[in-house]
């Protein structure tokens, strides 16, 4: 499955985005689906996690309560919506696949297909 990210840019603190990843060919059905980010100079962490058919979303602590992780099987595309953004959540954002037939995890060395990240930069 090939995935490309939407809806990076710059927002003042406080704002809102909502990002947008879309699969090509195969459908996202088949998949667990995550977003991770990345900071410059730290490591790619976890954000949010939704199983193939929505039934269970896991969060980061750091994220929890401002951000929704959802998505449209039909439309091929997973979403995060990140409201009361915060300067520290500044990253280049990255969707990521999982077949459903393994464990849902959070880990983004369990996640083998990776889109190229939109960067998300939040001003104080």
């Known amino acids: 499955v090939q995935l490309v990210e939407f809806g990076g840019g710059l927002v003042q603190a406080g704002g809102s985005l909502r990002l947008s990843c879309v699969g090509s060919?195969?459908?996202?059905?088949?998949?667990?689906m995550g977003w991770f980010r990345q900071a410059p100079g730290k490591e790619r962490e976890f954000v949010a996690v939704?199983?193939?058919?929505?039934?269970?979303?896991y969060y980061s602590d750091a994220v929890k309560a401002r951000f929704t992780i959802s998505r449209d099987n039909a439309k091929n595309t997973l979403y995060l919506q990140m409201n009361s953004l915060k300067p520290e959540d500044t990253a280049a954002y990255y969707c990521a696949a999982r077949l459903r037939e393994d464990e849902l995890t959070q880990q983004p060395s369990d996640f083998p297909s990776w889109g190229r990240g939109t960067l998300v930069t939040v001003s104080s």
């Open positions: 939704i199983s193939w058919g929505s039934a269970r979303t």
């Open positions: 060919g195969r459908a996202l059905s088949s998949y667990h």
